[in-house]
T-cell receptor
Framework: DVKVTQSSRYLVKRTGEKVFLECVQDMDHENMFWYRQDPGLGLRLIYFSYDVKMKEKGDIPEGYSVSREKKERFSLILESASTNQTSMYLC??????????FGEGSRLTVL | GESVGLHLPTLSVQEGDNSIINCAYS??????FIWYKQESGKGPQFIIDIRSNMDKRQGQRVTVLLNKTVKHLSLQIAATQPGDSAVYFCAEEFGANSKLTFGKGITLSVRP
């Protein structure tokens, strides 16, 4: 089975802190994605990557950056966390058929 | 713009009954559709998918129906069980390796 692992399930950070959310997949997928999920808004795409060192903006990239130094790892970075970035963050990798495999999510609270 | 939406925010069914969750999509060029299930505190899990060259696909206790004429997708769950209680999302994709567009989600609640 495909496994997508998000390193932190729950984080609490203060406004202005730098936050790293790590995601690792074990299926050698080329495509990886970061979403945020908020009540009433569904899943919104932040950034995605189709290859190592490649990144593309999604629908809501403001306030975020990403890093893809290795194929299996896709990191989401909040350079200076703000309270409106309190959310559930979901990482996914994409199989050959187009299906997305999701991690368990990282719930971030910014105080 | 294009959008994927669900008709109802919540659905309550009796245990043992069949459930039908509906989804409307607006991009007539979308060629791949997926249903995901998300249990509380977990990430979305794949349930079943269907390509636009099909109108029906069956899995274990689940069936997905695609009506391209009216751009409608539905998920049928047979003999609904308490473990089926979750939020269900439909998603659409246009073209290979394209981004999936997700609907807002619908909550399925199973009454004992």
């Amino acid at each position: 089975d495909v496994k997508v692992t998000q390193s932190s399930r729950y984080l609490v950070k203060r406004t202005g802190e730098k936050v790293f959310l790590e995601c690792v997949q074990d299926m050698d997928h080329e495509n990886m994605f970061w979403y945020r999920q908020d009540p009433g808004l569904g899943l919104r795409l932040i950034y995605f990557s189709y290859d190592v060192k490649m990144k593309e903006k999604g629908d809501i990239p403001e306030g975020y950056s990403v890093s893809r130094e290795k194929k299996e790892r896709f990191s989401l970075i909040l350079e200076s966390a703000s309270t409106n970035q309190t959310s559930m963050y979901l990482c996914a990798s994409q199989g050959d058929t187009g299906e997305l495999f999701f991690g368990e999510g990282s719930r971030l609270t910014v105080l | 713009g294009e959008s994927v939406g669900l008709h109802l925010p919540t659905l309550s069914v009796q245990e043992g009954d069949n459930s039908i969750i509906n989804c409307a999509y607006s991009n007539s060029a979308s060629d791949y559709f997926i249903w995901y299930k998300q249990e509380s505190g977990k990430g979305p899990q794949f349930i079943i998918d269907i390509r636009s060259n099909m109108d029906k696909r069956q899995g274990q206790r689940v069936t997905v129906l695609l009506n391209k004429t009216v751009k409608h997708l539905s998920l049928q769950i047979a003999a609904t069980q308490p473990g089926d209680s979750a939020v269900y999302f439909c998603a659409e994709e246009f073209g290979a390796n394209s981004k999936l567009t997700f609907g807002k989600g619908i909550t399925l609640s199973v009454r004992p």
